[in-house]
T-cell receptor, first 112, second 109 residues
Framework: DTGVSQNPRHKITKRGQNVTFRCDPISEHNRLYWYRQTLGQGPEFLTYFQNEAQLEKSRLLSDRFSAERPKGSFSTLEIQRTEQGDSAMYLC??????????FGPGTRLTVL | RKEVEQDPGPFNVPEGATVAFNCTYSNSASQSFFWYRQDCRKEPKLLMSVYSSGNEDGRFTAQLNRASQYISLLIRDSKLSDSATYLCVVSSNTGKLIFGQGTTLQVKP
């Protein structure tokens, strides 16, 4: 499968714990995006990378959130000291800058 | 006010019906426009891009009115398999996508 992959697919954690999600984009795509989607809403932009450079961050991305793309390939999104309000689907997408973005299956986070 | 506004529905229609969805966007500098389809608990998938000249893909027709900042999607001859949430999406000059809330369509036999 040469699409966007995300791991884990599901994560259940207790409030206050740290979690890390991984996204592997389509290999020739230089842009990688993270979005968050809560029930009944459309996805909301969090941040994006062009190659290894993080070029834009949403105000939704508090200082408990950090994202990296160290070699311009896969990316990680870490949430520190999770809160119940962080429960959502975290979606990764990749593209080449021609606007079309391809989404991974998402990581569903539940914070108890 | 949300940047992209859609009627969440649900739209309940019989098979074979024609159904139209609309959305409005607030940022006149938006660069590109799309409709994505999202099935329950799945990721969004691109349905079609939207152009001012209008574009058609089989039973689906999309239209953009830049002056009114209005985007539409028309589905003809609805199938049961069209049941999903349809997301109206605009992109900024940085490429980030801004999604509407989504419109839920349920096609019934």
């Amino acid at each position: 499968d040469t699409g966007v992959s995300q791991n884990p697919r599901h994560k259940i954690t207790k409030r206050g714990q740290n979690v890390t999600f991984r996204c592997d984009p389509i290999s020739e795509h230089n842009r990688l995006y993270w979005y968050r989607q809560t029930l009944g809403q459309g996805p909301e932009f969090l941040t994006y990378f062009q190659n290894e450079a993080q070029l834009e961050k949403s105000r939704l991305l508090s200082d408990r959130f950090s994202a990296e793309r160290p070699k311009g390939s896969f990316s990680t999104l870490e949430i520190q000291r999770t809160e119940q309000g962080d429960s959502a689907m975290y979606l990764c997408a990749s593209g080449t800058g021609s606007d079309t973005q391809y989404f991974g299956p998402g990581t569903r986070l539940t914070v108890l | 006010r949300k940047e992209v506004e859609q009627d969440p529905g649900p739209f309940n229609v019989p098979e074979g019906a024609t159904v139209a969805f609309n959305c409005t966007y607030s940022n006149s500098a938006s660069q590109s426009f799309f409709w994505y389809r999202q099935d329950c608990r799945k990721e969004p998938k691109l349905l079609m891009s939207v152009y001012s000249s209008g574009n058609e893909d089989g039973r689906f027709t999309a239209q953009l009115n830049r002056a009114s900042q209005y985007i539409s999607l028309l589905i003809r001859d609805s199938k049961l398999s069209d049941s999903a949430t349809y997301l109206c999406v605009v992109s900024s000059n940085t490429g980030k996508l801004i999604f509407g809330q989504g419109t839920t369509l349920q096609v019934k036999p």
